[in-house]
């Protein structure tokens, strides 16, 4: 970008000698030559504003070009990190269902098997 920019001003400054010479030279009277030189050097800075408006048009482009794409990145990783979260959140909330499940299974069964020995031991009391 930097090389460019430097041929492009060593041009114009190039293009702006070679006139100047070229209306320095030529056999007309000193105000008409003023008055080329003042319309070329009009052309000229009208040519480098128009150079840098289109130049600063596409840095502009360029950036927000950048700029997008940094955005899309970040949000499609934040979007499966999300993603990413609600699914562990959700396999927790499964495996402490099922947990509480085969808890209250157990307990269930622990609790008919005291029933069960307290009633042998009750009958066993009973017919002695």
Excluded: H
């Excluded at 909330?93 to 098997?113: F, N, Q, R």
């Amino acid at each position: 970008m930097k090389d460019q920019a430097k041929i492009i001003a060593a041009l114009l400054v190039g293009a702006a000698a070679g006139a100047a010479l070229g209306l320095l030279l030529a056999p007309e009277k000193g105000t008409e030559l003023r008055g080329d030189i003042a319309d070329y050097i009009n052309d000229l800075v009208d040519t480098a504003k128009t150079k840098a408006q289109t130049t600063a048009g596409d840095i502009k482009d360029y950036s927000n070009s950048v700029i997008d794409k940094a955005k899309t990145k970040f949000s499609g990783t934040v979007s499966d990190l999300w993603d990413a979260k609600d699914k562990a959140v959700d396999a927790a909330k499964s495996k402490a269902d099922d947990l509480a499940v085969k808890a209250g299974d157990a307990a269930d069964e622990a609790k008919s098997k005291v029933k069960a020995t307290a009633n042998d031991w009750n009958n066993s009391v009973q017919n002695a």
